[in-house]
């Protein structure tokens, strides 16, 4: 069984929720300051609560869409840098489309990238990152 947004998640989106009611960084209906969290993703998180006015419901929908779309948009990185990084294998395309759907449907990622905390946004930075490092090493 796969579990979705943690604990932690929940906790990150109440503080995303609070700073978009306006609260500040806190939890408990915003009388209680937090203890910290991931400011750059708990930011991206408050706006989307932002967009649909605090509402709980559909906050958790969109944080859980936009991390589908990060973990997604990773994969296609993944796929496309494999490809180029690959390109004199004949079977780049393959190995690439391979490795990605690997990487991508594997269960413990799946469990990181969807637990409402700041994993899917860093997998994305960290496959970009180093499809860039690998596209530069190559020439």
């Known amino acids: 069984m796969i579990n979705s947004v943690s604990e932690d998640g929940y906790l990150m989106m109440t503080i995303a929720r609070n700073i978009a009611?306006?609260?500040?960084?806190?939890?408990?209906?915003?009388?209680?300051?937090?203890?910290?969290?991931?400011?750059?993703?708990?930011?991206?998180?408050?706006?989307g609560y932002w967009l649909v006015n605090g509402d709980k419901i559909q906050g958790i929908i969109l944080v859980i869409l936009i991390q589908f779309i990060m973990a997604s948009l990773a994969a296609i990185v993944l796929w496309q840098g494999g490809k180029r990084v690959l390109s004199e294998s004949p079977n780049s395309g393959t190995i690439a489309?391979?490795?990605?759907?690997?990487?991508?449907?594997?269960?413990?990622?799946?469990?990181?990238?969807?637990?409402?905390?700041?994993?899917?946004?860093?997998?994305?930075?960290?496959?970009?990152?180093?499809?860039?490092?690998?596209?530069?090493?190559?020439?």
């Open 97 to 139: 489309a391979l490795a990605a759907a690997t990487w991508y449907a594997s269960p413990i990622l799946v469990g990181h990238t969807m637990n409402g905390l700041e994993t899917a946004a860093y997998c994305l930075c960290l496959i970009g990152l180093a499809l860039i490092d690998a596209l530069k090493r190559k020439d």
């Open 21 to 47: 009611l306006g609260h500040g960084m806190s939890i408990a209906a915003g009388t209680i300051p937090t203890n910290g969290t991931q400011p750059l993703t708990t930011g991206l998180w408050a706006v």
